[in-house]
């Protein structure tokens, strides 16, 4: 964070996961695991919790999306201690919304999932579960609400999750619990023969998925804190790489710039015959120089020549010898008024420009893939590159920048 060279808008996006390494990194220290109740809306993620901390911690409704946040309860239960039991707001059938993106946050961050459900997988489930599984996370599959089935169904739901998570989740890793059994109607009868009729909540039954979590903490309760630490560390160095980059890019794009108008405005005012604005795009080797520094991979003045010639050679190939006329007519067909000395100076400033222009790009993807041309080689990165750029608004910025420079100078 107090890193000089990475760009201010780089560190500042970079705050908040800043903030979460460090709370991992205290995590870790302290040998605390995470365990977070993933799934549905309603399927019983905060009845589950509460029947394994043993207390009415979590607010459930039989209205779908009572959790509204995550939150977190020490886990008591467990002898060696650390352990954390979070809840998270259930995933929605309907479009998934902010909640739901940060149910997968959390379930991604945590040491091990409970994905609960509540019978057969959904659409929804089986497409979070894959998210889950593709982030690495170890899950326990945990099939809640069995005491609505008779024990035939109950096997037979089974079986079907067994099946459609094969490959993807162990098969002693799914349990059948029941967090918070629905009420049921007693009737006494009294000494005198009077009826009542109350209502009587069973007790939970989640011995099943004690025990598993017991023997998973139990075994390997270390390894999951660790692989989760080092998944969330991998994950992280991509994304501050991807941003830097980005950040380089766009410093990138104003260097470039700068160099383009330079050399423009120079040939502007001495136009040279068009047939030497390649051998001229040499001279750009000073702008590759100063962006392989950008990209912290320096470049020496004649490698930068070097460079510079590769890619004016593949221009050359690829754009065909009359490539000059053309663009000079182009740049032309964008000027208004006759063919006066300073018209024909600013269209030939413009293909210097231009040429300068992709040299600039091609040196920068050269640069940003590790001072490489990649499998393709230069001829197709060039090629790409010519491709993409839309020539005439290339141009015509270039004539606004060239002629907004000659009234200033
Ligand atoms: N029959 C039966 N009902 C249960 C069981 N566990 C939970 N329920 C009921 O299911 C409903 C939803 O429970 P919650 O714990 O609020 O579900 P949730 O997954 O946290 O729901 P959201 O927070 O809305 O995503 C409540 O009415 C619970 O009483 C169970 O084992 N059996
Ligand atoms: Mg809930």
């Keep these: 964070m107090d890193d000089p060279r990475i760009p201010p808008e780089v560190r500042e996006s970079l705050a908040e996961d800043y903030r979460q390494v460090e709370a991992m990194l205290e995590k870790l220290e302290q040998g605390a695991l995470h365990v977070a109740a993933f799934g549905r809306v309603s399927v019983g993620k905060s009845a589950l919790l509460n029947a394994l901390l043993g207390e009415d911690r979590f607010s459930t409704s039989p209205l779908h999306g009572e959790t509204r946040a995550s939150a977190m309860g020490r886990w008591e239960a467990y002898p060696a201690g650390g352990v954390y039991l979070i809840d998270t707001p259930g995933l929605n059938e309907v479009a998934g919304d902010e909640r739901e993106r940060l149910a997968h946050e959390v379930a991604t961050r945590s040491d091990l999932v409970l994905f609960v459900v509540d019978g057969d997988l959904t659409e929804t489930e089986i497409r979070a579960l894959r998210i889950l599984v593709r982030a690495q996370r170890p899950i326990i599959l945990v099939f809640n609400k069995i005491d609505r089935y008779t024990r035939p169904e109950r096997e037979q739901l089974l079986a079907s999750l067994t099946l459609h998570t094969h490959g993807y989740i162990d098969a002693a890793n799914i349990v059948c619990v029941s967090a918070r059994p629905a009420e049921q109607s007693v009737i006494q009868v009294d000494a005198a023969g009077r009826e009542t009729e109350t209502l009587r909540r069973s007790e939970p039954d989640m011995a099943a998925l004690r025990q598993r979590l017991w023997e998973l903490l139990e075994a390997e309760g270390e390894t999951l804190a660790a692989l989760n630490a080092s998944l969330f560390a991998g994950d992280l160095a991509d994304k501050v790489g991807q941003r830097i980059l980005k950040a380089k890019r766009k410093l990138g794009v104003r260097l470039i710039r700068t160099y383009c108008i330079t050399k423009g405005v120079s040939v502007a005012l001495n136009p040279i015959p068009i047939a030497d604005l390649l051998a001229a795009a040499a001279v750009d080797a000073g702008m590759v120089v100063h962006l392989s520094k950008l990209y912290g991979l320096p470049l020496s003045k004649a490698e930068a020549g070097t460079l ?60 940003a893939q590790g001072k490489s041309w990649g499998e393709a080689g230069p001829k197709l990165v060039i090629r790409d590159i010519l491709d993409g750029i839309d020539r005439d608004s290339i141009l015509a910025q270039a004539k606004s920048d060239i002629a907004g420079r000659l009234k200033s100078a």
């Design 308 to 367: 510079v010639k590769t890619i004016a050679t593949q221009m050359a190939l690829l754009m065909g010898t009359v490539w000059g006329i053309h663009l000079l007519s182009s740049a032309l067909k964008l000027g208004t008024g006759g063919l006066s000395t300073l018209v024909t100076g600013t269209a030939q400033g413009a293909v210097a420009y231009y040429a300068t222009y992709v040299v600039g790009q091609a040196a920068e993807t050269y640069l």
